[in-house]
């Protein structure tokens, strides 16, 4: 199993430029999340779907979009990229609303100059 | 809003030693609580899940505790080995009744194991 996998693994954006960050998982797991990592701190959760067409904001959304057609792919949105969203993303997933199986890709870094 | 904070922040040992690493949290009001392992450039590895009914939860040489009261959980590593080396991450389960159950993630302790 590849278990969740993320592309791009690095990528650099200019200011107000747009990109999708990709996320698959193969596992059939219904809760996907999204997640920021800043240099020294915890993560932070922006958007998470509990399934195929039902996505909520998480802690940190603004600036990001997202959407669920399919259980297998959680794309992230950035539009008009800022230096403030330099950081890296974690795309995750978990079988169960209580977060059993939780499961990371292994990150994409994304630099905004 | 929960938050989680982790003693140490970095943790030097030599191998063979038995080390715990500390998490706290402010809102006891938890449905579970996971220990997870980052390595560098790495995504997380999730080591360990606690329900908020059990005080402990063991796999292999990791021990976790959790005291829900207090806020506080102990991640216990016995016999450390250099592959330990990596950073560690504690975060505490939302109730899903409540809402949508995801993690507050602290902000990890860095452990370095030498030979």
């Known amino acids: 199993n590849a278990g969740v996998t993320q592309t791009p ?11 999708t960050l990709q996320c698959a998982q193969d596992m059939n797991h219904n809760y996907m999340y999204w997640y920021r990592q800043d240099p020294g701190m915890g993560l932070k959760l922006i958007y998470y779907s509990v399934g195929a067409g039902i996505t909520d904001k998480g802690e940190v959304p603004n600036g990001y979009n997202v959407s669920r057609s399919t259980t ?15 950081s890296v993303y974690f795309c995750a997933s978990s079988y169960s609303q209580e977060g059993y199986g939780y499961t990371f890709g292994s990150g994409t870094r994304l630099t905004v100059v | ?9 970095a943790l030097s040992v030599p191998e063979g030693e038995n080390l715990v690493l500390n998490c706290s949290f402010t809102d006891s009001a938890i449905y579970n609580l996971q220990w997870f392992r980052q390595d560098p450039g790495k995504g997380l590895t999730s080591l360990l899940l606690i329900q908020s009914s059990q005080r402990e939860q063991t796999s292999g040489r990791l021990n976790a505790s959790l005291d829900k009261s207090s ?40 452990l370095l194991v030498s030979p």
Do not use: H
């Not at chain 1, 297998?72 to 330099?86: G, H, I």
């Not at chain 2, 809003?1 to 922040?9: D, G, H, L, R, S």
């Not at chain 2, 216990?76 to 560690?88: N, R």
């Open chain 1, 72 to 86: 297998e792919d959680f794309p992230l949105r950035l539009e008009l990229a800022a230096p403030s969203q330099t």
């Open chain 2, 71 to 110: 806020g506080r959980s102990t991640l216990y590593i016995a016999a450390s080995q250099p592959g330990d080396s990596a950073t560690y991450l504690c975060a505490p389960g939302k109730d899903p009744n409540s809402g949508y159950s995801t993690l507050t993630f602290g902000k990890g302790t860095m």
């Open chain 1, 9 to 19: 693994k690095f990528r650099i954006l200019k200011i107000g430029q747009s990109m």
């Open chain 2, 1 to 9: 809003k929960q938050e989680v904070t982790q003693i140490p922040a």
